[in-house]
């Protein structure tokens, strides 16, 4: 898929992996709405890329409200007309609780971002893709946890809410067979990101901005450590759009946690109590 010219919308686009994505795609040529529930900040972010003359439009966005996507929708239509790509992005963590321990306000906040976020995205940047008939991708944020549940860790929430991104996007690509719209997966493991500090941008009807300074700090010191610069991120995003990738790998990934899983499941699939069809 040719990315120049065309119109791309992505979510969470403020910082992290969001701005890696949007000025990855502003490099290579296209219109990219900036979308961020931290207005200020993705106006500053744009700032900065329409002063290297790409063509960008911050908006502010609440992924959990989905009249809030199809206004910031609306709005990249009267900027730049069609839409093309779609990246929902937007995320937030939820690691170092224990399921039994994590409370309901927490379950909802990473369901409402993570899950629903992405299901607003299909629902109403899919058909704006689909309705003028050009080729188009959608790129879904998932995570390297979305493949795995890594022992230790704590991160059980997350991780479901990723598997579940990754569940959407699979049933995606097949609902999406025989257009000229593609799909991504994007699975990343550690990036350089503020992600740790997700829950302070909470939204006040899923029980307003939250510090969690423990956490924080455990989550921060890794990726600082671990991660790799968003930057390169956006370059994996190009490279799977060009190339209709689906599942999009970047940084370190556990792949043999990941394997042992899949042997773990196709050991199943051989007893006397299952059948194939």
């Known amino acids: 898929m040719e990315i120049s010219g065309k119109t791309a919308i992505v979510t969470g686009a403020a910082s992290g ?4 994505i949007a000025t990855a795609l502003a490099e290579a040529g296209a219109n990219v709405v900036m979308a961020d529930i931290e207005k200020d900040t993705v106006e500053q972010a744009a700032h900065l890329l329409s002063g290297t003359n790409k063509q960008v439009l911050p908006v502010r966005i609440d992924v959990t409200q989905e009249q809030s996507v199809i206004a910031a929708l609306a709005e990249a239509e009267r900027r730049f007309g069609k839409l093309h790509i779609a990246c929902n992005n937007a995320g937030v963590p939820m690691h170092g609780t224990r399921l039994v321990d994590v409370p309901v306000a927490d379950w909802a ?6 899950v629903w976020g992405v299901i607003h995205g299909i629902r109403h940047f899919v058909p704006a893709i ?7 991708h959608v790129v879904n944020t998932a995570s390297v946890a979305a493949t795995q549940n890594r022992r230790g ?25 025989g257009t000229n719209v593609g799909v991504t997966a994007l699975c990343p493991g550690p990036i350089a990101t503020n992600l740790a500090q997700g829950a302070r941008h909470r939204p006040d009807h899923l ?8 956490a ?22 190009i490279d799977a759009i060009r ?19 899949h042997r773990r499941i196709e ?3 051989e007893t006397r109590w299952t059948t194939t069809y």
């Open 17 to 20: 992996i969001g701005l890696g």
């Open 109 to 114: 906040f990473v369901i409402g971002v993570n």
């Open 130 to 136: 689909l309705k003028h008939g050009e080729a188009g």
């Open 153 to 177: 860790t704590d991160q059980g929430p997350y991780s479901m809410s990723k598997y579940a991104v990754l569940s959407l996007s699979e049933a995606l690509e097949h609902e999406l067979e």
């Open 207 to 214: 029980g307003g901005p939250q510090l969690q300074p423990t």
């Open 216 to 237: 924080e700090a455990v989550m921060a010191e890794r990726l600082a450590r671990t991660g790799i610069d968003p930057r390169l991120v956006g370059e994996r995003v």
């Open 243 to 261: 190339n209709k990738t689906f599942y999009a790998f970047v940084s370190a990934v556990p792949a043999d946690v990941i394997r042992a899983r």
């Open 267 to 269: 050991a199943e699939l």
